[in-house]
């Protein structure tokens, strides 16, 4: 079972910075998509950015031009650089990849388990 493992979050002021990365746990042939999305209290999980295969990157307009989304496909991990935090950012952040291919297995969509980020004023 491939799973995606999260790491990176934490308390940070309002002006800072902080970096996600999520890496699959096995072995992986190809993933076609990676993204990440956040869910504050109380309200429904959103879109953050995303990265398939070789096209440019997508963002929410919430996070364009402060959050960068990068890939590294020989580590099977995905960073998310985010910078100019804001207190509207604090949220648990999720990983999530579309079509994993790995040598025992296919899944078409996985998430990991989420990473708190708490944004200070």
């Known amino acids: 079972q491939v799973h995606l493992v999260e790491s990176g979050g934490g308390l940070v002021q309002a002006g800072g910075s902080l970096r996600l990365s999520c890496r699959a746990s096995?072995?992986?042939?190809?993933?076609?998509?990676m993204a990440w999305y956040r869910q504050a209290p109380g309200k429904q999980r959103e879109f953050v950015a995303t990265v398939i295969s070789s096209d440019p990157p997508n963002y929410a307009d919430s996070v364009r031009g402060r959050f960068t989304i990068s890939r590294n496909g020989a580590e099977n991990t995905v960073y998310l650089q985010m910078n100019d935090l804001k207190p509207e950012d604090t949220a648990h952040y999720y990983c999530?990849?579309?079509?994993?291919?790995?040598?025992?297995?296919?899944?078409?969509?996985?998430w990991g388990q989420g990473t708190l980020v708490t944004v200070s004023s």
């Open positions: 096995e072995n992986i042939i190809s993933i076609h998509a």
């Open positions: 999530n990849a579309e079509g994993i291919l790995t040598e025992k297995a296919s899944y078409l969509e996985l």
